[in-house]
């Protein structure tokens, strides 16, 4: 112990006074590193949230942007949808054009960009309690639109295809009603030298120049069930029904009325589907243009 006391007393005074500054400067030395780094770090973070933030305004106004076009260009395709089946009703024998207004906006919101991405940003600058449920509830409405707008344009494409075969077969039993009823009169032609004062010759003969010498030029449908088929075929039942190869005939006019009517049918139920489909998308629209506008005084 004494030994130890004398060790002690030789050293230096300012031995233990170096030593106490040595470990001072080295504490203060290293806190400051942290110091530096800690507000580096912080700096850092701030920066991040700032370019989070930033990240989440574009993303934000970039939604905003393609929203807005699709509410425009959804409400203009409204009034195409209607327009088109006040057509389809009123000349369901003729091609009616059906024009598509809805920009690619709509497919990038439902297929193109991060919903999620979008869901954040408005929760960032529009954080309400029903906020989560606004934004769902557009994001929602847009996939419906996009998606009852393809169901359309698809029930279109199918009826229009079932509308021209229908057409189609329409006018080719048409045209054999017309061929066979001109062979009967050349039946009776040749069998009977008084041909043109038969009874059913002559109202063959009558039903056909009846029919072109009225529609010259322009022989659609509707013209050719109203001045041929229809006459016709109540000739045939009515006057005629005893008369060979008759039955055939009015049977083909049957025909002809049964697609004349289906025609009538597709056009109709094609027409009655688009305006409710129509109408159940312009339900969606109220709450995209509610929250559109929340999102532009945000900005």
Same mark, same amino acid.
């Given at each position: 112990?004494?030994?130890i ?9 300012t ?22 780094? &800690? ?44 327009? &088109? ?21 709509l497919k ?8 999620e991405?979008?869901y ?16 769902l ?14 169901l ?42 008084? &041909?043109?004062?038969?009874? &059913? ?78 109408n ?19 900005l």
């Amino acid at each position: 112990m004494d030994e130890i006391i004398e060790i002690f007393s030789a050293l230096d005074p300012t031995f233990f006074e170096k030593v106490l500054i040595s470990i001072l400067g080295g504490l203060i030395g290293a806190g400051g590193a942290l110091l530096v780094y &800690y507000l580096k770090v912080q700096s850092d973070k701030h920066t991040d949230e700032e370019k989070s933030k930033r990240h989440l305004y574009n993303k934000l106004s970039y939604f905003n942007s393609l929203l807005s076009s699709v509410i425009d260009s959804t409400q203009e395709q409204i009034g195409l949808n209607r327009q &088109y089946c006040l057509e389809l009703k009123e000349k369901p024998f003729e091609f009616v054009h059906f024009n598509i207004s809805v920009s690619d906006n709509l497919k990038r919101i439902c297929e193109v960009i991060d919903q999620e991405y979008v869901y954040h940003s408005f929760l960032e600058f529009l954080d309400t309690s029903e906020s989560s449920k606004e934004i769902l509830k557009v994001l929602n409405n847009c996939d419906y639109i996009h998606t009852a707008l393809k169901l359309i344009i698809e029930k279109n494409r199918l009826a229009g295809l079932k509308i021209e075969n229908v057409s189609m077969e329409y006018s080719v039993l048409s045209e054999k009603v017309m061929d066979d009823a001109a062979a009967e009169m050349n039946n009776i032609k040749r069998t009977s030298p008084e &041909y043109n004062q038969d009874p &059913y010759w002559k109202f063959i003969n009558n039903s056909l120049l009846n029919y072109y010498s009225k529609i010259p030029d322009e022989r659609t449908i509707p013209l050719r069930e109203e001045f041929f088929i229809k006459p016709f075929k109540l000739g045939l039942v009515h006057e005629f029904d005893r008369q060979e190869n008759s039955d055939k005939l009015s049977t083909m006019c049957k025909g002809c009325t049964h697609k004349f009517t289906y025609l009538i049918k597709l056009s109709t139920d094609l027409s009655d589907e688009i305006v409710h489909d129509t109408n159940e998308i312009e339900k969606t629209l109220p709450i995209l243009e509610k929250i559109n506008k929340r999102i532009i005084n945000s900005l």
